[in-house]
């Protein structure tokens, strides 16, 4: 992917917020459905603190995709692919950098804190891939110590499809789920709200152009296949999962809620940090054929944090707890290109607004690890929180927070946005 | 559910053809969205060798629910419950069968022939099942010959998430697909097509009224969750399934096409059929209390047919060889209402327009099994068809038809039409 003059780090806005911005400066610009006042679902385009409202300046930007940018779901923009895409990033760049276009698109501005967000698309499918090798490893371990990674591991991108009717953006409370669980000393299951209610910490694939049905995406098309990323968080019951889960795969322990952040970050946008894929081990299998090629640089250079507040930690004014940070390259060792090509290789069709999830990233270092089930080993080593509280699970108030920044030096840094969810009872 | 007068035996509908139809007389009237001549889908209902144009009908409707059936999927339609489903029967059984009314609807009917038939709904999400006890105990044994049935099989109605993506009406041709095999006694996985095609016979459920996240239905409302049934095929690649179902489940083994009957098939319509479920054997365990309870016949009295021909009987002009043939309660260890409660149970949210397959509905007898995993014993014994082919699994060129009907004494028997699949190379 070329990088271009939208990324020059000697481009700034005159939204001042911005300048310095955590997640929005101008060198990011991620889509959005918001709405506001009451008024209809439409496209935006985050910018510091602000929204730009699409529709509002289709004259600016010469009155193309306004009926994609219209809609309250981007399906139709996505599905457009790359070309649209750049040159809608390129016209931003230049009216959110120019002081000539101040006058002009600055009415279209809305404060974030004054919009509601949705979901970016309205998703057909949503698929949950299993990438991150430690994570993976981690959790075999606690079933199979000697073996903990399966045969097929380091051949097959493993996937599953999850719920797509239950993707909420961020913000939506976590209801804890009931469910069959089967406490080891038990004859017999019992039936009642989960106790062992965990979160994951993913990034998520936004499908663009996708493939008819019973043609596959050849890997080095598949980059052209992808739309944007965001944050990720799989909601997990892993009581529920462990009975469950033989022999077709979770299915409660996961489909009670899954959350997306709401900003699409664009392949255009991630062009200066992604970097190199996962590094094999020696002695790891070489992948197939049709799992070899594509983009020089298919790594994810984004470095994806899990933190917690209690409600305690919350009444005391308290900072949220880091739980985990990690570079998502070094945990997945599968990249997203791969698993659009394995995804489609059998002829199934994946269409614009998919949300493909990679899986739990955890890296190799005990500070990061992507869920409690690793954290606490299975609950063996509770972890201590500031405030002395102590969490093996998630508890009743608990508060996630995934966030992810993508730094690469000579250039301006962006980030993802948060994706939050609170537990309620 | 109370059987009313649409299902008199006395009734006969002024279309001809109804009488005596294997699948469609006045007592069925289901469901679907079809096409004709160019012209936009929309809703139509089963009569004999012809459909009914219902939005063509409006007025003698009374101009109720048009904006619903005129839509080119029935998700809306199936939204508004029971209510509306049963007025609706009632009123088109009444314009079928009393003659007063045949100059206002017959101009409103067409051949099946000339119409294309499309998906019924816009599937949100597709669950596939696994209730078929004596399936799950057959393939359970080519693993595990002494502990065929896993420990949580006769407490939770398991179940996994398929693809919505890739289900096709009857008639969809079934490319081979593509994907990793690993032979036994090689070191490493190939990539290829895959060499053990297999078909699954199911019914499928629509779902009419759902719930909101975060809230179950109880089982004594699951009746009311229905909306109506179909034949389905969930296409099997079993090398490709054999290599990837570890840890996660099947996925690119199933998710490359599954084939549906276009007929929702309504409750009502079924309501002289239904019958006791699944008798547990003595020594099974009782459902916990949340999957207890709900209609007094949940039981599907459905007799459920795989049948096969290959390019040589037709050549030949032989009629299709049935492969299997069984009555769909006593193969189901869980009712479609005790499928609905377990589905939600954790709060995942139903929404109108899914589709949920029972999973492969083998029955006890050697002639009731559904697929050629089980028939041919994983290939160890191949099927002989009349012309002296043999079949262990599905070779290109073969056509499987999935057909079904409900017979009860003192009723006129009705079917859910057919749900055909040629493979192609």
Same mark, same amino acid.
């Given at each position: 992917?070329?990088?271009? !003059?939208?990324?020059?780090?000697?481009?700034?806005? @005159?939204?001042?917020?911005? #300048?310095?911005?955590?997640?929005?400066?101008?060198?990011?610009?991620?889509?959005?459905?918001?709405?506001?006042?009451?008024?209809?679902?439409?496209?935006?385009?985050?910018?510091?603190?602000?929204?730009?409202?699409?529709?509002?300046?289709?004259?600016?930007?010469?009155?193309?995709? $306004?009926?994609?940018? *219209?809609?309250?779901?981007?399906?139709?923009?996505?599905?457009?692919?790359?070309?649209?895409?750049?040159?809608?990033?390129?016209?931003?760049?230049?009216? /959110?950098?120019?002081?000539?276009?101040?006058?002009?698109?600055?009415?279209?501005?809305?404060? #974030? *804190?004054?919009?509601? +967000?949705?979901?970016?698309?309205?998703?057909?499918?949503?698929?949950?891939?299993?990438?991150?090798?430690?994570?993976?490893?981690?959790? %075999?371990? #606690?079933?199979?110590?000697?073996?903990?990674? /399966?045969?097929?591991?380091?051949?097959?991108?493993?996937?599953?499809?999850?719920?797509?009717?239950?993707?909420?953006?961020?913000?939506?409370?976590?209801?804890?789920?009931?469910?069959?669980?089967?406490?080891?000393?038990?004859?017999?299951?019992?039936?009642?709200?989960?106790?062992?209610?965990?979160? !994951?910490?993913? /990034?998520?694939?936004?499908?663009?152009?996708?493939?008819?049905?019973?043609?596959?995406?050849?890997?080095? #098309?598949?980059?052209?296949?992808?739309?944007?990323?965001?944050?990720?968080?799989? @909601?997990?019951?892993?009581?529920?999962?462990?009975?469950?889960?033989?022999?077709?795969?979770?299915?409660?322990?996961?489909?009670?809620?899954?959350?997306?952040?709401?900003?699409?970050?664009?392949?255009?946008?991630?062009?200066?940090? +992604?970097?190199?894929?996962?590094?094999?081990?020696? %002695?790891?299998?070489?992948?197939?054929?049709?799992?070899?090629?594509?983009?020089?640089?298919?790594?994810?250079?984004?470095?994806?944090?899990?933190?917690?507040?209690?409600?305690?930690?919350?009444?005391?004014?308290?900072?949220?707890?880091?739980?985990?940070?990690?570079?998502?390259?070094?945990?997945?060792?599968?990249?997203?290109?791969?698993?659009?090509?394995?995804? *489609?290789?059998? &002829?199934?069709?994946?269409?614009?607004?998919?949300?493909?999830?990679?899986?739990?990233? *955890?890296?190799?270092?005990?500070?990061?690890?992507?869920?409690?089930? =690793?954290?606490?080993? &299975?609950?063996?080593?509770?972890?201590?929180?500031?405030?002395?509280?102590?969490?093996?699970?998630?508890?009743?108030?608990?508060?996630?927070?995934?966030?992810?920044?993508? =730094?690469?030096? &000579?250039?301006?840094?962006? %980030?993802?946005?948060?994706?939050?969810?609170?537990? $309620?009872?």
């Amino acid at each position: 992917m070329r990088i271009d !003059e939208t990324h020059d780090p000697a481009r700034s806005s @005159w939204v001042e917020s911005a #300048q310095g911005h955590r997640d929005f400066p101008v060198q990011n610009l991620p889509l959005c459905i918001f709405s506001s006042d009451g008024r209809e679902r439409r496209a935006g385009v985050a910018i510091g603190d602000f929204l730009l409202d699409l529709p509002a300046i289709a004259d600016a930007l010469g009155d193309a995709w $306004v009926e994609e940018l *219209s809609q309250p779901v981007m399906n139709a923009f996505l599905a457009l692919g790359s070309g649209p895409r750049v040159a809608l990033r390129k016209r931003l760049s230049e009216l /959110l950098s120019d002081e000539a276009h101040r006058d002009r698109i600055e009415p279209a501005l809305l404060g #974030q *804190s004054e919009a509601t +967000m949705h979901l970016p698309c309205l998703i057909g499918d949503y698929t949950d891939f299993y990438v991150g090798i430690h994570h993976a490893t981690n959790v %075999g371990k #606690q079933f199979r110590p000697d073996n903990p990674l /399966l045969p097929n591991y380091k051949y097959v991108p493993i996937g599953y499809h999850g719920r797509a009717s239950s993707v909420r953006v961020s913000g939506q409370p976590v209801v804890r789920p009931s469910g069959q669980r089967k406490p080891p000393e038990a004859e017999v299951p019992v039936f009642g709200p989960s106790r062992r209610l965990d979160y !994951e910490l993913e /990034l998520g694939i936004w499908v663009g152009p996708g493939n008819a049905l019973g043609e596959a995406i050849p890997i080095d #098309q598949a980059e052209g296949a992808i739309a944007g990323f965001c944050l990720l968080n799989d @909601w997990s019951a892993r009581d529920l999962q462990a009975w469950e889960y033989q022999p077709l795969g979770p299915f409660l322990a996961k489909n009670f809620l899954t959350s997306v952040s709401p900003f699409v970050v664009t392949p255009e946008a991630m062009a200066p940090f +992604m970097t190199a894929p996962f590094t094999r081990p020696d %002695g790891d299998p070489e992948p197939l054929p049709y799992l070899t090629g594509g983009s020089d640089k298919p790594g994810l250079g984004l470095t994806v944090s899990a933190a917690l507040t209690t409600r305690k930690m919350r009444d005391e004014g308290m900072a949220p707890h880091r739980l985990s940070q990690g570079v998502a390259a070094d945990a997945m060792y599968w990249t997203a290109e791969q698993i659009v090509a394995h995804h *489609s290789c059998n &002829g199934c069709n994946l269409q614009p607004g998919d949300l493909i999830g990679t899986g739990t990233l *955890s890296t190799a270092s005990p500070d990061g690890l992507g869920s409690l089930l =690793e954290i606490s080993q &299975g609950g063996k080593a509770p972890l201590t929180l500031p405030t002395g509280e102590t969490r093996s699970f998630l508890e009743d108030g608990d508060e996630l927070i995934l966030t992810a920044r993508a =730094e690469a030096k &000579g250039y301006v840094s962006i %980030g993802l946005g948060e994706c939050r969810g609170l537990v $309620v009872g």
